[in-house]
């Protein structure tokens, strides 16, 4: 069975871009979270969803937004890129409890 | 709200030797704990959790790892370090409601293995 898939696997832009992430989660997975890796750092969590509805947000600014597919995948968009939203962004799935399956992430460079 | 604290940043063992990475963490509700593993340029990759029931939970790679509610820790440990451990380790925590699972990472440690 295929993993959690992740697009574009590296990305650059330059600041006030806007950015759109992609992630597939595993087939029967219906709750996909959204996490941002700092270099150095441990991921911080941006936002989950399950079965399409928003069930937690992380203290990241309204430039972040997301939203889930009846198909369950998951985008992750940007707007008004800054320097600091250079990272490593990864997207995980799971039932809606317990183990999360993370993906190989997307590399986003700001410049 | 939950936290994680990941005593060193940076652990050195000899091949062979104990493995053992610390983590300490708090919850204000019966919390889920976890270890990943990330290889460099990688995504995450589970190596035990800790949910209900047994303490001690053995993972992939002869890692395990033991809930200790009263010290409010889940230290990794392993008994004989290998090079294709070397990687950074990080523990994370989350409730334990279905349909609203943040993790919360702590800060990772990297493991070096000297041959």
């Known amino acids: 069975d295929a993993g959690v898939t992740q697009s574009p696997t590296h990305l650059i832009k330059t600041r006030g871009q806007h950015v759109t992430l992609r992630c597939s989660p595993i087939s029967g997975h219906k709750s996909v979270s959204w996490y941002q890796q700092v270099l150095g750092q441990g991921p911080q969590f941006i936002f989950q969803?399950?079965?399409?509805?928003?069930?937690g947000r992380g203290n990241f600014p309204d430039r972040f937004s997301a939203r889930q597919f009846p198909n369950y995948s998951s985008e992750l968009n940007v707007n008004a890129l800054l320097l600091g939203d250079s990272a490593l962004y990864l997207c995980?799935?799971?039932f809606g409890l317990g183990e999360q399956f993370f993906g190989p992430g997307t590399r986003l460079t700001v410049l | 709200a939950q936290s994680v604290t990941q005593l060193g940043s940076h652990v050195s063992v000899s091949e062979g030797a104990l493995v053992l990475l610390r983590c300490n963490y708090s919850s204000s509700v019966p919390p889920y704990l976890f270890w990943y593993v990330q290889y460099p340029n990688q995504g995450l990759q589970l190596l035990l959790k800790y949910t209900t029931g047994a303490t001690l939970v053995k993972g992939i790679n002869g890692f395990e790892a033991e809930f200790k509610k009263s010290e409010t820790s889940f230290h990794l440990t392993k008994p004989s370090a290998h090079m294709s451990d070397a990687a950074e380790y990080f523990c994370?925590?989350?409730?334990?409601?279905?349909?609203?699972?943040?993790?919360?990472f702590g800060t990772g440690t990297r493991l070096t293995i000297i041959p």
């Open positions: 969803y399950y079965e399409k509805e928003e069930r």
């Open positions: 995980a799935s799971s």
């Open positions: 994370a925590v989350s409730g334990a409601n279905f349909g609203n699972e943040k993790l919360t």
